[in-house]
């Protein structure tokens, strides 16, 4: 005996992997979390004496939500380590990490706005920016070695910048799109 299929019914099985699983998946994922890194000091004290901080910022139910809520904390510059008004931040890097602290996407601030970066798009580039990401940490820990604070706080923040582009496998095609959205103001 076969089964015929009729064109106008779908097998519960196919209703299961195609609709209902992915939005389980989806949902587990959720919330995503907003981080922004940056660098910390107290008003009066120079350069050496500034620390690297990562500060959450909020919550949001999905991607695009979480670019705008990102978007708008950076503009408004409020931003802030704690309570303590001598201590400033200067956030450099805004991410959004999904439940499993996959990242959903990563940007650079610049000038009160986010720049939001291009995720991978293969495993190939993501080894690639990997190699060149260490090797960035591997120069500030030798720039930490020779007392030189400023030089080693650069290549971090850059290595950062390149693994802000290492978009979760699962993240990707929505990053990308999301990207390619216009941004609301």
Do not use: N
């Not at 990102?70 to 201590?87: K, N």
């Not at 920016?129 to 090797?135: D, F, G, H, K, L």
């Amino acid at each position: 005996m076969t089964l015929s299929h009729h064109p106008g019914f779908t097998l519960v099985g196919d209703v299961i992997t195609r609709e209902v699983l992915p939005r389980l998946r989806y949902a587990q994922k959720l919330p995503l979390r907003l981080s922004c890194m940056g660098t910390a000091g107290y008003e009066g004290l120079d350069e050496a004496d500034e620390f690297d901080r990562t500060v959450v910022i909020g919550q949001s139910a999905s991607a695009e939500e979480a670019m705008i809520l990102a978007s708008q904390r950076v503009a408004r510059g409020d931003i802030r380590v704690s309570a303590d008004d001598t201590l400033r931040f200067h956030p450099r890097i805004v991410v959004i990490q999904d439940g499993d602290l996959g990242l959903v996407l990563g940007g650079e601030i610049r000038a009160g706005i986010v720049l939001w970066q291009q995720p991978v798009v293969s495993d190939v580039e993501a080894r690639r920016i990997i190699t060149e990401a260490s090797r960035l940490r591997g120069l500030a820990f030798a720039a930490s070695g020779r007392v030189d604070h400023s030089a080693a706080r650069d290549h971090r923040y850059r290595a950062s910048l390149l693994e802000a582009r290492l978009v979760d496998p699962y993240w990707r095609e929505t990053a990308a799109e999301l990207l390619h959205l216009p941004q609301a103001a």
